[in-house]
């Protein structure tokens, strides 16, 4: 039977062979730290050797899209899905499109959703994919041409049984309708193979919204645990796009003062605070506009600063919402300096190893992506749930219902974060022995 002496044994194993993967190992040092004692006290655990098989993944699917554009070029992009674990369900996670993208990438955002689905408490296993196509630019024609380009090498790997892709960085509503009127024509099959869908076509309510407001849901549990509330705080929100801007419109109709919001040019600066109006006006146009953020400079929404982050402000909490590593530590630092003393993670591992460190070695509260932004994944369960009945649910339930899947992980996390004798919660092996104890049983009772 197979001990762990320490969780550096199966990380050197991994990082043998996956050197190169470095934000993937990233993701998988994290949890390693927080689950090995858990294992080790667990003699099913060991037998059945789960957490070196819940570190890889079960299948990467690799494929080459040669596509011809509007102007009939041809153009070549790579593509992928990593099917990382089905114990819980169909694979389950969104697909990117971004020229960042690239295995290591794809493969620890994988990893992440196996454990952020447990989390949700509904059936669903982890995956995610994407290409490194950049839509930047782009004309509506050629977005179009390249998710059907895309969808038919995919489609023969998904299904509503199978694997469920939904959006992320890049790919929303509109990408989302295309892949799925593709998929649809070559399979002959109206299945809710895709979440994110658009209402008229088996889309849920609240699914647009639910990463963002679910972000701020988890917040309210987070105040409420520590004897406060989010009205009169300032926040300080990074990116601009699906994530960050419903996060920033929750936090300010509950009374926070949202004073940024970011994009990979630079800066949005509002001293007084957004004004749920002009966050609607973002929500709106953000897709149609080269720069959203410059536009509402131009509209006297706040000062546009070339190349700038949030993370020198002065605020109470900080919500990264754009992509991964991007609060290092000395934006940490910054952040401490400042008087920020809570910060949840509205994106993927937007925080670096070191920033993480430094959060828990000054008692800032401190809330992985894993956990506080889980609301996305979770409407997308209760979307395919609608299309397996074919039905269309209330969306001031699914609201209701997204607020307490957000607060029932806030008090797992809770349980399990809380250390001896202290009252510091660490939410992060929090939600990591949580979610860990729910996949290793299903993968035990699944056998080998
Ligand atoms: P969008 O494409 O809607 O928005 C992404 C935003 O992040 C844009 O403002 C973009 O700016 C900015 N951004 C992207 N890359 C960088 C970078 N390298 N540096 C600074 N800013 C950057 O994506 P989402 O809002 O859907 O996703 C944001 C994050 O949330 C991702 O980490 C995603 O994985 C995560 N997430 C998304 C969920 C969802 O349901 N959509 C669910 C859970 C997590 P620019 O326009 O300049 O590129
Ligand atoms: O990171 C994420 O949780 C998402 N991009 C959403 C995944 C989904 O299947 O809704």
Redesign the pocket.
Known sequence: MKQLSNFDEIYQFLATRFGNEKEYLQAVHEVLHDIVPIYNANEQYKAFDVVRRLCLPERIIYFTISWSNSDGDVEVNQGWRVQHNSNMGPYKG?LRFHPSVNVSVLKF?AFEQCFKNALTGLPMGGGKGGSDFNPRGRSDRDIMLFCQAFMRELQRHIGANTDVPA????V?AREIGYLYGEYRRLNNKFEGVLTGKGLEFGGSYVRTEA?GFGLVYFLDAVCAEHDTHIEGKTVVVS??????LHAALKATQKGAKVISL????GLLHNEAGLSESDINYAIEQHTASDNILRDMDSKKMGQWHENKTPWNLPCDIALP????N?LHETDAEALIENGCTMVLE???M?CTNKAQSLFSKHRITYVP?KAS?AG??ALSGLEMSQNAMFSQRDPKLLDEELNDIMKHIHSLCVAEGKENGDDYINYMKGANIAAFRRLADAMVAQGI
């Not at 959006?167 to 890049?170: C, E, Q, R, S, V």
């Not at 970011?262 to 040019?265: G, L, T, V």
């Open positions: 969104g955002l959006g992320d960085i890049n929303g990463t990116g601009a796009g699906n994530v960050a970011s994009n990979s040019r919402c754009a992509t991964q991007e509205g994106a993927n937007p992506g932004n996305g994944v």
